[in-house]
Protein backbone atom coordinates (compact mmCIF):
# COMPACT_ATOMS: atom_id res chain seq x y z
CA UNK A 1 0.00 0.00 0.00
CA UNK A 2 1.02 3.32 -0.96
CA UNK A 3 0.86 6.86 0.80
CA UNK A 4 1.80 9.68 -1.48
CA UNK A 5 1.29 13.77 0.37
CA UNK A 6 3.75 16.64 -0.17
CA UNK A 7 7.29 16.98 1.67
CA UNK A 8 9.67 19.82 1.44
CA UNK A 9 12.70 19.65 -0.49
CA UNK A 10 15.45 21.57 -1.95
CA UNK A 11 15.49 22.32 -5.62
CA UNK A 12 18.35 21.11 -7.70
CA UNK A 13 21.32 23.34 -7.85
CA UNK A 14 19.48 25.54 -5.97
CA UNK A 15 18.33 26.74 -2.27
CA UNK A 16 15.13 27.04 -2.71
CA UNK A 17 12.75 24.71 -0.94
CA UNK A 18 9.36 23.61 -2.29
CA UNK A 19 6.57 20.92 -2.76
CA UNK A 20 7.03 17.51 -3.90
CA UNK A 21 3.36 15.80 -4.10
CA UNK A 22 4.94 12.60 -6.24
CA UNK A 23 6.73 10.93 -3.36
CA UNK A 24 5.17 8.01 -2.52
CA UNK A 25 5.86 5.88 0.55
CA UNK A 26 5.06 2.35 1.15
CA UNK A 27 4.76 0.40 4.40
CA UNK A 28 8.31 -0.36 4.96
CA UNK A 29 8.75 3.55 5.42
CA UNK A 30 5.99 3.65 7.45
CA UNK A 31 5.21 1.88 10.75
CA UNK A 32 1.71 1.50 11.96
CA UNK A 33 0.05 4.80 11.15
CA UNK A 34 -2.55 3.79 13.13
CA UNK A 35 -0.06 4.31 16.16
CA UNK A 36 0.97 7.59 14.97
CA UNK A 37 -2.59 8.75 15.36
CA UNK A 38 -3.51 7.36 18.72
CA UNK A 39 0.27 8.81 19.86
CA UNK A 40 -0.88 12.13 17.96
CA UNK A 41 -4.09 12.02 20.44
CA UNK A 42 -1.59 11.62 24.06
CA UNK A 43 0.11 13.96 22.92
CA UNK A 44 -2.52 16.53 22.32
CA UNK A 45 -4.12 15.49 25.66
CA UNK A 46 -0.54 15.99 27.15
CA UNK A 47 -0.20 19.51 26.07
CA UNK A 48 -3.75 20.27 27.51
CA UNK A 49 -2.62 19.40 30.54
CA UNK A 50 0.98 20.99 30.31
CA UNK A 51 -1.31 24.44 29.48
CA UNK A 52 -2.93 23.75 33.29
CA UNK A 53 -0.41 23.07 34.80
CA UNK A 54 1.37 26.51 33.81
CA UNK A 55 -2.07 28.29 34.88
CA UNK A 56 -1.30 26.32 38.53
CA UNK A 57 1.95 27.74 38.55
CA UNK A 58 1.17 31.31 38.25
CA UNK A 59 -1.56 30.99 41.04
CA UNK A 60 0.97 29.03 43.06
CA UNK A 61 3.46 31.99 42.56
CA UNK A 62 0.52 34.87 43.99
CA UNK A 63 -0.96 32.18 46.69
CA UNK A 64 2.99 32.58 48.33
CA UNK A 65 2.70 36.30 48.13
CA UNK A 66 5.31 36.49 45.09
CA UNK A 67 3.51 39.19 43.37
CA UNK A 68 5.15 41.57 46.48
CA UNK A 69 8.13 41.37 44.23
CA UNK A 70 7.16 41.10 40.60
CA UNK A 71 10.10 40.82 38.77
CA UNK A 72 11.27 37.66 39.84
CA UNK A 73 7.94 36.30 39.05
CA UNK A 74 8.87 37.64 35.72
CA UNK A 75 11.07 35.13 35.29
CA UNK A 76 8.21 31.69 35.44
CA UNK A 77 6.14 34.00 33.27
CA UNK A 78 8.88 34.25 30.37
CA UNK A 79 9.84 30.84 30.70
CA UNK A 80 6.15 29.55 30.92
CA UNK A 81 5.59 31.86 27.28
CA UNK A 82 8.69 29.76 26.04
CA UNK A 83 7.12 26.65 27.40
CA UNK A 84 3.56 27.89 25.64
CA UNK A 85 4.90 28.13 22.44
CA UNK A 86 6.67 24.73 22.29
CA UNK A 87 3.31 23.08 23.42
CA UNK A 88 1.47 24.81 20.76
CA UNK A 89 3.87 23.73 18.19
CA UNK A 90 3.62 19.96 19.31
CA UNK A 91 -0.29 20.79 19.23
CA UNK A 92 0.28 21.52 15.65
CA UNK A 93 2.33 18.33 14.91
CA UNK A 94 -0.24 16.22 16.25
CA UNK A 95 -2.83 17.83 14.17
CA UNK A 96 -1.08 17.04 10.92
CA UNK A 97 0.09 13.56 12.30
CA UNK A 98 -3.72 12.70 12.61
CA UNK A 99 -5.10 15.08 9.86
CA UNK A 100 -2.24 14.89 7.02
CA UNK A 101 -4.53 16.19 4.29
CA UNK A 102 -3.90 19.86 6.06
CA UNK A 103 -0.19 19.66 5.99
CA UNK A 104 1.56 22.61 4.17
CA UNK A 105 5.28 22.60 3.31
CA UNK A 106 5.87 26.77 4.12
CA UNK A 107 3.36 26.82 7.66
CA UNK A 108 5.53 23.13 8.81
CA UNK A 109 8.58 24.65 7.69
CA UNK A 110 7.53 27.94 9.91
CA UNK A 111 6.66 25.77 12.96
CA UNK A 112 10.01 24.25 12.50
CA UNK A 113 12.03 27.72 12.40
CA UNK A 114 10.01 28.53 15.54
CA UNK A 115 10.53 25.40 17.41
CA UNK A 116 14.22 25.59 17.36
CA UNK A 117 14.49 29.61 18.49
CA UNK A 118 12.14 28.64 21.04
CA UNK A 119 15.23 25.72 21.68
CA UNK A 120 17.59 28.18 22.19
CA UNK A 121 15.22 30.60 24.16
CA UNK A 122 14.41 27.99 26.43
CA UNK A 123 17.83 25.94 27.51
CA UNK A 124 19.47 29.40 28.54
CA UNK A 125 16.74 30.07 31.13
CA UNK A 126 17.93 26.94 32.99
CA UNK A 127 20.78 28.99 33.64
CA UNK A 128 19.73 32.19 34.20
CA UNK A 129 17.11 30.49 37.41
CA UNK A 130 20.36 28.54 38.25
CA UNK A 131 22.13 31.69 38.53
CA UNK A 132 19.20 33.77 40.22
CA UNK A 133 18.76 30.47 42.70
CA UNK A 134 23.10 31.24 43.49
CA UNK A 135 22.86 34.73 44.26
CA UNK A 136 19.80 34.43 46.17
CA UNK A 137 21.57 32.08 48.42
CA UNK A 138 24.95 33.76 48.11
CA UNK A 139 24.20 37.12 49.09
CA UNK A 140 20.28 37.76 50.21
CA UNK A 141 21.23 41.38 51.12
CA UNK A 142 22.15 42.24 47.68
CA UNK A 143 19.45 39.94 46.00
CA UNK A 144 16.60 42.43 46.10
CA UNK A 145 18.75 45.06 44.30
CA UNK A 146 19.73 42.55 41.47
CA UNK A 147 16.18 41.47 41.10
CA UNK A 148 14.91 44.81 40.50
CA UNK A 149 16.76 44.69 36.59
CA UNK A 150 15.25 41.38 36.33
CA UNK A 151 12.84 42.80 33.23
CA UNK A 152 15.81 43.90 31.85
CA UNK A 153 18.15 40.67 31.92
CA UNK A 154 14.79 39.07 30.76
CA UNK A 155 14.88 41.37 27.35
CA UNK A 156 18.48 40.73 27.19
CA UNK A 157 17.91 37.07 27.20
CA UNK A 158 15.49 36.78 24.69
CA UNK A 159 17.29 39.17 22.09
CA UNK A 160 20.70 37.14 23.02
CA UNK A 161 18.88 33.64 21.94
CA UNK A 162 16.88 34.90 19.43
CA UNK A 163 19.96 36.61 17.26
CA UNK A 164 21.70 33.34 18.10
CA UNK A 165 18.51 31.23 16.45
CA UNK A 166 18.79 33.22 13.43
CA UNK A 167 22.64 33.18 13.04
CA UNK A 168 21.81 29.10 13.25
CA UNK A 169 18.96 29.09 11.21
CA UNK A 170 20.39 31.32 8.46
CA UNK A 171 21.72 28.42 7.00
CA UNK A 172 18.72 26.63 5.05
CA UNK A 173 20.31 23.41 6.14
CA UNK A 174 19.60 23.52 9.07
CA UNK A 175 15.62 24.50 8.87
CA UNK A 176 13.57 21.03 9.50
CA UNK A 177 9.64 20.50 9.21
CA UNK A 178 7.18 17.99 10.41
CA UNK A 179 6.76 14.86 8.21
CA UNK A 180 3.25 13.81 8.87
CA UNK A 181 3.21 10.74 7.59
CA UNK A 182 6.92 9.47 9.49
CA UNK A 183 5.41 11.37 12.76
CA UNK A 184 9.00 13.35 13.17
CA UNK A 185 10.77 16.51 12.44
CA UNK A 186 12.71 16.49 9.51
CA UNK A 187 15.27 18.20 7.26
CA UNK A 188 13.93 20.60 4.47
CA UNK A 189 17.40 20.74 2.90
CA UNK A 190 19.43 18.13 4.08
CA UNK A 191 21.71 18.43 1.04
CA UNK A 192 22.58 21.37 2.50
CA UNK A 193 23.07 20.19 5.81
CA UNK A 194 26.96 19.67 7.27
CA UNK A 195 26.95 16.94 9.44
CA UNK A 196 29.43 19.19 11.54
CA UNK A 197 25.66 21.11 13.07
CA UNK A 198 25.52 17.48 15.28
CA UNK A 199 28.52 19.06 17.56
CA UNK A 200 26.86 22.09 17.72
CA UNK A 201 23.14 20.85 18.80
CA UNK A 202 24.88 18.69 20.96
CA UNK A 203 27.41 20.84 23.04
CA UNK A 204 24.11 23.94 23.26
CA UNK A 205 22.42 21.47 25.52
CA UNK A 206 25.52 20.06 27.33
CA UNK A 207 26.85 23.23 27.88
CA UNK A 208 23.82 24.79 29.54
CA UNK A 209 22.80 21.93 31.51
CA UNK A 210 26.73 21.63 32.76
CA UNK A 211 26.60 25.49 33.66
CA UNK A 212 23.01 24.90 35.23
CA UNK A 213 24.39 22.24 37.32
CA UNK A 214 27.85 23.50 38.37
CA UNK A 215 25.19 26.90 39.72
CA UNK A 216 23.26 23.96 41.58
CA UNK A 217 26.90 22.29 42.80
CA UNK A 218 28.11 25.81 44.06
CA UNK A 219 24.33 26.49 46.43
CA UNK A 220 24.77 22.98 47.53
CA UNK A 221 28.05 23.88 48.70
CA UNK A 222 26.93 27.35 49.67
CA UNK A 223 24.20 25.84 52.11
CA UNK A 224 26.19 23.47 53.73
CA UNK A 225 28.81 26.12 54.33
CA UNK A 226 26.32 28.56 56.42
CA UNK A 227 25.15 24.98 58.02
CA UNK A 228 28.36 24.49 59.49
CA UNK A 229 29.34 28.07 60.24
CA UNK A 230 25.89 28.90 62.05
CA UNK A 231 25.61 25.23 63.77
CA UNK A 232 25.90 26.52 67.37
CA UNK A 233 23.70 29.56 66.94
CA UNK A 234 19.86 28.76 68.69
CA UNK A 235 18.66 31.66 66.39
CA UNK A 236 19.84 30.43 63.38
CA UNK A 237 18.90 26.49 64.62
CA UNK A 238 15.25 27.43 64.99
CA UNK A 239 14.47 29.76 61.97
CA UNK A 240 16.90 28.19 59.29
CA UNK A 241 18.35 25.11 59.88
CA UNK A 242 14.91 23.31 58.67
CA UNK A 243 15.37 25.99 55.70
CA UNK A 244 18.69 24.87 54.72
CA UNK A 245 17.72 21.16 54.88
CA UNK A 246 14.36 21.51 52.50
CA UNK A 247 16.67 23.76 50.38
CA UNK A 248 19.15 20.91 50.10
CA UNK A 249 17.10 18.43 48.62
CA UNK A 250 15.59 20.69 46.09
CA UNK A 251 18.55 21.76 44.76
CA UNK A 252 19.60 17.65 44.45
CA UNK A 253 15.80 16.82 42.70
CA UNK A 254 15.77 19.76 40.52
CA UNK A 255 19.20 19.18 39.07
CA UNK A 256 19.21 15.72 38.56
CA UNK A 257 15.57 15.96 36.78
CA UNK A 258 16.91 18.76 35.01
CA UNK A 259 19.83 16.29 33.70
CA UNK A 260 18.01 14.01 32.42
CA UNK A 261 14.89 15.96 30.93
CA UNK A 262 17.15 18.48 29.04
CA UNK A 263 20.09 15.71 27.88
CA UNK A 264 17.00 13.28 26.71
CA UNK A 265 14.86 15.85 25.11
CA UNK A 266 17.88 17.17 23.28
CA UNK A 267 18.97 13.71 22.37
CA UNK A 268 15.91 12.06 20.57
CA UNK A 269 14.64 15.27 19.32
CA UNK A 270 17.85 16.31 17.31
CA UNK A 271 19.00 12.70 16.40
CA UNK A 272 15.68 11.81 14.92
CA UNK A 273 16.23 14.34 12.48
CA UNK A 274 19.20 11.71 11.22
CA UNK A 275 17.66 9.31 9.02
CA UNK A 276 20.90 7.35 9.72
CA UNK A 277 19.91 7.13 13.72
CA UNK A 278 16.49 5.32 13.24
CA UNK A 279 15.77 2.52 11.71
CA UNK A 280 12.30 2.99 9.64
CA UNK A 281 10.92 0.41 12.13
CA UNK A 282 11.55 3.49 14.72
CA UNK A 283 9.49 6.02 13.52
CA UNK A 284 6.65 5.50 15.85
CA UNK A 285 9.28 4.73 18.63
CA UNK A 286 10.49 8.58 17.70
CA UNK A 287 6.93 9.91 17.83
CA UNK A 288 5.07 8.69 20.56
CA UNK A 289 8.27 8.60 23.39
CA UNK A 290 10.22 11.87 21.90
CA UNK A 291 7.56 14.22 21.50
CA UNK A 292 5.85 12.88 24.50
CA UNK A 293 9.11 13.11 26.32
CA UNK A 294 8.89 16.68 25.68
CA UNK A 295 5.73 17.70 26.55
CA UNK A 296 6.09 15.82 30.03
CA UNK A 297 9.25 18.01 30.43
CA UNK A 298 7.08 20.72 31.26
CA UNK A 299 4.67 19.44 34.11
CA UNK A 300 8.06 17.57 35.62
CA UNK A 301 10.01 20.97 36.39
CA UNK A 302 7.11 22.95 36.91
CA UNK A 303 5.94 20.19 39.69
CA UNK A 304 9.52 20.32 41.25
CA UNK A 305 9.16 24.05 41.01
CA UNK A 306 5.90 24.46 42.62
CA UNK A 307 7.21 22.43 45.49
CA UNK A 308 10.25 24.73 46.09
CA UNK A 309 7.95 27.41 46.07
CA UNK A 310 5.50 26.26 48.38
CA UNK A 311 8.02 25.21 51.07
CA UNK A 312 9.47 27.21 53.65
CA UNK A 313 13.34 27.35 52.31
CA UNK A 314 15.89 29.61 51.69
CA UNK A 315 14.90 30.81 48.18
CA UNK A 316 11.53 31.62 48.91
CA UNK A 317 12.72 33.80 52.11
CA UNK A 318 14.44 35.51 50.21
CA UNK A 319 11.18 36.68 48.30
CA UNK A 320 9.35 38.01 51.42
CA UNK A 321 8.66 40.67 52.48
CA UNK A 322 12.24 42.84 54.19
CA UNK A 323 14.64 40.59 53.31
CA UNK A 324 17.85 42.14 54.51
CA UNK A 325 16.89 43.20 57.27
CA UNK A 326 16.13 39.48 58.76
CA UNK A 327 19.51 38.60 57.29
CA UNK A 328 20.80 40.81 59.40
CA UNK A 329 18.90 39.84 62.57
CA UNK A 330 20.13 36.20 61.65
CA UNK A 331 24.00 37.20 61.51
CA UNK A 332 23.76 39.31 64.62
CA UNK A 333 22.55 36.60 66.66
CA UNK A 334 25.59 34.09 65.42
Given at each position: M???F????C?K??????????A??D??????Y??????????V??AL?C?????????L??????W?NH??L?????Q??????T?L??V?????TL??????CN?S???????E???H?SL???VAL??V?????R??MQ???YI?T????I?L?W?????LA?L?L?N?G???YFHPLQG??????AR?Y?SS??????????SCTSI???????C??K?K?????????F?YKR??W??N?K????????????T?V?????????????E??FH?R????S?S???L?R?????????????E?SS?????SC?KR???????MVNN?S
Open positions: AYGAVCQENSSVIVSNYTLYEEHITSGFLSAGSSLMSVVLFMEIYVLKALANQMRFFMWFISGLVECIIIHYSAVIFPNLFNIIFFGISVTAYIPHYALRYLSINPFTKKTVFQGLIFSIAAIHQNWIKWSLACLNWNLYWGMFCVALLLYLLLCLQQRHQHRGSSNSPCKAEKNLIAISLTMILLLENGFWRLCLQNWNLVSFVFATLCCSTPTLILIVSSLNSVFTLNPPRRERS
